[in-house]
């Protein structure tokens, strides 16, 4: 990549599960940097909440893409790549949470898990490797992990094992794309606010616990980690290639006080 940071906002990220939380908040943060974004759910109409100034929106392109459908994949990146500029980044999003106890939970809701999280991952990263290659400049693809990759978290078999496939899927592409000008990084956050979570955050033993159990005394804001992820993107990511980047406050490297 050239170090002028003009540079990296040429070229059209792709951002899978850009409707609402994380996704959306990444979304916006890359448009405010004056990169444009192609935003990719299943409804394709966008952001779900909060209007963006029409600034913004003039950089946000609305796709339909499921991520578990290959074709739908496959027929939204190229639709971005027609664009001008081309596809240059990939952010895999799109992520599901399924808790329950391992002894009664299904495969079919295992495989769902594994569907969206890690082959639908995988999926958008093959689709988009040709335009991501053909970028003269460098290239890149953020998966979106999970700290829980590397916990013991009971009810959440199928989602811990998710991201820590993720986590290798991100080592593997990294080491294989390297010489194709695509860096692959993995950023794992801790507990978000988003929908996914605000049930579980909003009990008040939970915020109990995490005033007590985590480092920064809270989770973290949707906004805080789109931040982050954004301006990953303004620099050069080629010595941080097949990495895995907790995002968690000291959640997990903390072993907590009696
Ligand atoms: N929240 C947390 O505490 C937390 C912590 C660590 C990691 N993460 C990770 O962060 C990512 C975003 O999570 P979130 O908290 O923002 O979840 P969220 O609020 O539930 O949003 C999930 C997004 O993924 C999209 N999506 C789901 N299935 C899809 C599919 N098959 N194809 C395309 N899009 C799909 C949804 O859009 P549609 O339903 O409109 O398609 C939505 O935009 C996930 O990978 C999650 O595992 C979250």
């Given at each position: 990549m050239?170090?002028?940071n003009?540079?990296?906002t040429?070229?059209?990220?792709?951002?899978?599960?850009?409707?609402?939380?994380?996704?959306?908040?990444?979304?916006?943060?890359?448009?405010e940097?004056?990169?444009?974004?192609?935003?990719?759910?299943?409804?394709?109409?966008?952001?779900?909440?909060?209007?963006?100034?029409?600034?913004?929106?003039?950089?946000m392109?609305?796709?339909?893409?499921?991520?578990?459908?290959?074709?739908s994949?496959?027929?939204?990146l190229?639709e971005?790549?027609?664009?001008?500029?081309?596809?240059?980044?990939?952010?895999?999003?799109?992520?599901?949470h399924?808790?329950?106890?391992?002894?009664?939970?299904?495969?079919?809701?295992?495989?769902?898990?594994?569907?969206?999280?890690?082959?639908?991952?995988?999926?958008?990263?093959?689709?988009?490797?040709?335009?991501?290659?053909?970028?003269?400049?460098?290239?890149?693809?953020?998966?979106?992990?999970?700290?829980?990759?590397?916990?013991?978290?009971?009810?959440?078999?199928?989602?811990?094992?998710?991201?820590a496939?993720?986590?290798?899927?991100?080592?593997?592409?990294?080491?294989?794309?390297?010489?194709?000008?695509?860096?692959?990084?993995?950023?794992?956050?801790?507990?978000?606010?988003?929908?996914?979570?605000?049930?579980?955050?909003?009990?008040?033993?939970?915020?109990?616990?995490?005033?007590?159990?985590?480092?920064i005394?809270?989770?973290?804001?949707s906004?805080?980690?789109?931040?982050?992820?954004?301006?990953?993107?303004?620099?050069?990511?080629?010595?941080?290639?097949?990495?895995?980047?907790?995002?968690?406050?000291?959640?997990?490297?903390?072993?907590?006080?009696?």
């Amino acid at each position: 990549m050239t170090s002028a940071n003009s540079a990296y906002t040429d070229g059209i990220v792709a951002v899978t599960g850009a409707s609402r939380g994380l996704g959306a908040e990444i979304a916006m943060a890359l448009a405010e940097r004056g990169f444009t974004v192609g935003c990719l759910s299943r409804k394709g109409i966008g952001l779900e909440q909060g209007e963006p100034s029409e600034g913004l929106k003039k950089r946000m392109i609305n796709l339909a893409c499921d991520v578990t459908d290959e074709a739908s994949i496959a027929a939204a990146l190229a639709e971005l790549d027609g664009r001008e500029g081309g596809l240059r980044y990939l952010i895999n999003n799109a992520g599901i949470h399924l808790l329950g106890a391992s002894r009664d939970f299904s495969n079919d809701d295992f495989r769902q898990v594994l569907e969206t999280n890690v082959i639908g991952a995988f999926a958008a990263a093959r689709a988009a490797y040709p335009y991501l290659r053909a970028q003269s400049h460098g290239s890149a693809i953020i998966n979106i992990g999970s700290f829980f990759d590397r916990l013991a978290t009971p009810h959440n078999t199928a989602y811990s094992a998710s991201k820590a496939a993720l986590g290798a899927m991100n080592r593997c592409l990294a080491a294989e794309w390297a010489k194709d000008g695509i860096s692959v990084v993995n950023v794992a956050p801790g507990y978000i606010d988003t929908d996914i979570a605000r049930d579980y955050l909003a009990q008040d033993e939970v915020k109990a616990y995490f005033a007590r159990r985590v480092p920064i005394g809270r989770p973290s804001q949707s906004e805080e980690v789109a931040d982050f992820t954004a301006r990953l993107l303004q620099g050069d990511l080629t010595l941080l290639t097949g990495e895995t980047i907790y995002v968690d406050g000291g959640h997990s490297i903390d072993h907590g006080r009696v």
